[in-house]
């Protein structure tokens, strides 16, 4: 369980969290929504963590849907959400969910879409890895409906 949100808590995210990464990946891996994972750079040292989405789920007017994760020692992290539109990657719809020292808002936050530019502070109940991969899958799911319910 993560310790309460703390505003002065450490200034810097820290080092990566290999094993929140492994965790995450394994609990990606075993989503029938998610078509591939990778770490970068290796499994061995992974600072990211990407995962595509299953094309199947989403209507045809998306070339492809992606999560990049980090997550760091201090349990700061970030999730960014990015669909792209054509195959270019020019045209897209992203958000991120954000928790880290920052200057424009509180540690926790979220980055609205569609352009990730809007950032609003951000509460979760729980800062555990499995609860905010949780949140942050729910939001997904209702998002591809909304496609689907917009074609």
């Not at 992290?77 to 991120?96: L, Q, V």
Request: charged content about 25%.
């Amino acid at each position: 369980m993560s310790p309460p949100e703390d505003e002065s808590a450490s200034p810097a995210t820290g080092p990566p969290d290999r094993q929140t990464l492994q965790l995450l990946e394994r609990q990606l891996a075993s989503d029938s929504r998610i078509a591939e994972t990778e770490f970068d750079p290796d499994s061995y040292e992974p600072r990211l963590l990407h995962a595509t989405l299953d094309a199947e789920r989403y209507p045809d007017s998306i070339a492809i849907a992606r999560l990049d994760i980090r997550w760091f020692t201090t349990d700061d992290f970030s999730i960014h959400y990015i669909e792209n539109h054509d195959a270019a990657g020019t045209d897209t719809w992203e958000c991120r969910w954000d928790r880290h020292p920052n200057t424009h808002n509180a540690r926790l936050h979220f980055h609205r879409p569609p352009d990730a530019e809007k950032i609003t502070d951000l509460s979760l109940s729980s800062l555990h890895p499995l609860d905010v991969y949780s949140t942050v899958l729910t939001a997904i799911e209702q998002r591809i409906e909304t496609l689907w319910s917009t074609q």
